[in-house]
């Protein structure tokens, strides 16, 4: 299975879209509690990145499609609204 998620910055008011094998190990990642690329947006943007959206897709090839979905202008739109709330 694969994840495709979306995270939050509240200090820095950034969002952030990925997709995954291991969503629990790249989240780590991201907080900077295993090791990352040091010039990826999340390190360079430094702070509790917590996860509010994910979806599980059976493939990869979903998983990147899905995403690319998310960053495009709707996606963002989409992502937007779900932090906003009801």
Do not use: C
């Not at 997709?19 to 360079?44: A, C, G, I, V, W």
Request: hydrophobic letters at 25%; aromatic letters at 12%; proline letters at 3%.
């Amino acid at each position: 299975m694969y994840y495709v998620y979306a995270i939050k910055n509240a200090q820095r008011d950034k969002i952030y879209i990925g997709q995954t094998k291991n969503l629990e190990k790249r989240l780590k990642r991201h907080n900077r509690q295993l090791p990352s690329k040091t010039k990826s947006y999340t390190y360079k943007n430094a702070g509790e990145w917590e996860l509010f959206y994910k979806e599980t897709l059976p493939t990869r090839k979903g998983a990147l499609k899905r995403e690319k979905e998310l960053k495009s202008y709707r996606g963002r739109e989409y992502i937007k609204k779900l932090l906003k709330g009801p």
